[in-house]
Structure formats: structure tokens, C-alpha cells
């Protein structure tokens, strides 16, 4: 019978009331409320796994903490207030406590590398992607070019997987010079929320179909299927240390909160954890789930985000 590993639990709550969760699958060397104490435990190797249970604490806190634990081979799981249903559908939340959901990071390397197997995937799904839907995409790039001229794609510089840059493609949404206003409004066309797009792109943007044209950088192999969604070279100046987690493999069409909903709209710090999430939990499989639940998200609705209203004006 195997040892139980040790572990260290961050959390306020009494030492009996929280190491009931964790007594069974570990042995609990350390309740503590104090951060430093787990990094010295950590650094001097008395735990082998810590558990991070102050969700209160504030996701860039913990995933800084995070960061550093995984840094000295400590499996981290960390206690969050919630997370998207398709995080649990596909088998990432290790339990919940408390009634909330518990993560886990563990510590062994992320494969920086794409593997064979996934590589495969990868040109496999992409060439039936890019053959299947050649007519589609035709249509596409006819429309556009009717609508607004003949650039139909749009092209961005983004970070690939080992730091080089890659110029990523998409179908071009946005009118290229000057609008017709008054026409798109008198035709209810125009988008009051983002007058910048086109008809057509309007249409792309919801169902995400301007975005197939990067399963050709995927064919290619600059970047994979299923990882995170490669950044742009300027918001990565931005990163903090522990944002660069999302770094450290490859890139890809579609990701974990892609399937989930999130979009760069959304905070980085929620990004990042699910990247990092993805990465330090990958297989085969979690891809192939991920794929179908990114399909079924571009048909789901998303729920609306609340904006400051506008001051109006005397």
C-alpha cells in the first residue's frame, strides 16, 4: 500500500472542519493561514501537495501562490467560488468543498512539445475542416468582397508556441473605410454596440466562422487544434509571471474557454486559469471533448454583460 502524500492546506477555517475533505486520499502535515509557511514548506520539500481553500483571497493571489509552489514540484489544487458547468462536465473539478469547486494544477512538467499523436489529430481534423468547408468558405470570401472590397482576410501578428511570431488569418468583419450609416440603419443592419463591423462580419462573429481560416495555421502545424488561444505580441508585455503558464505550450484554434464561452473581452486572470487548467490536465481526450463543447458553444447564447450606464447629458 502506497504512502499517503503529504499536503498543506491554506485556508481560516478551523484545522478539524477543513482537513475533513483531504484526511482520506492525504496525510495533512500543515493547516496554515500565513502563505510564507507554505512556500518554506514547499521549499523544503515537508509537503508534497497544497491545497489553496481562501477563494476569497483573489485569483491573481492565488494563482501567484500557485505558481510558486508548482515551481518546487507541489501539486496545487486550488478552491474556487465557482466555475463554468463545462469546466465540470468535462471532469476538471477533483470535488467540491464546501459546495464549492476544487482544481487541480498538478506539478509535473507541461509537454512544451506536440506530441505525435496530437499532431496527427491536428492534420487529420484540419484537412477534413478545410475540405469540407472550401464551398462554405468561398461564399464567404465572395461576400465580403461584395459587401467591401476584395480583402477578405485579416491578418494579425500573435506569439507561437516557443516565442516565435506567426501571422494569424481570419475573414476580415470590419468595413475597411467609410461606413453607409444611413443606409445599414435605415435596413436595420448596423450593430449599435460595435458599428465597426459589417453585415457579413456581424453574421461571422456569431457563429465564429471568421476564424476558419487559422485551421490552415493549424494544418501547418503553427499552431495546434485544441490549446489556448494565441495572444497578441503587445498584451503578452503585460503578462505577470504567473500569466506566462499559458505560455508554456502550444496554441490553438479553439480552447478550453473558448468551449466555455469566454472571449478576450473577458478578465485575463479567468483566462489564464483556464488555460493553465487545460495544459496541466491535458490528453487526447480532454481535446476531443473540448472540440464538441466549443461547437455546441458557438450556438449557445451567452449571458449578457451588465455596462455602466451613460451619463446623460443636460
Known sequence: MSEKKRLAIFSREPRERIALHFADDFEIAL?????????????????????????????????????????????????????????????????LVNGKPLLALPASPINATITRGKRACDVIFSTLIIVLGMPLWILIALAIALQDGKRVFFTQHRVRSGGGIFKMMRFRTQWRGRRPFRLLSMLNLEDPEHPELTPVGRLLKRVRLDECPQFWHALKGQISVVGPRPPLVSDVEWYQPWHRQRLAAWFGVTGLCQACGLTGEDRLDEIALYDILYLRN?????????????????????????????LQSS
Open 31 to 95: 493547516v496554515t493561514q500565513d502563505p510564507r509557511a507554505l512556500v518554506e514548506w514547499a521549499e523544503s520539500r515537508g509537503i508534497d501537495a497544497a491545497a489553496l481553500c481562501e477563494p476569497g483571497e483573489g485569483l491573481p493571489e492565488q494563482l501567484e501562490l500557485a505558481d510558486i509552489l508548482i515551481e518546487f514540484g507541489i501539486d496545487v489544487f486550488v478552491l474556487r467560488p465557482s466555475v463554468h458547468k463545462i469546466v465540470e462536465q468535462l471532469g476538471l473539478v477533483r470535488k
Open 282 to 310: 491535458h490528453s487526447l481526450k480532454l481535446d476531443f471533448k473540448i472540440a464538441l463543447k466549443t461547437a455546441g458553444a458557438i450556438f449557445r447564447k451567452r449571458e449578457p454583460v451588465e455596462q455602466p450606464k451613460k
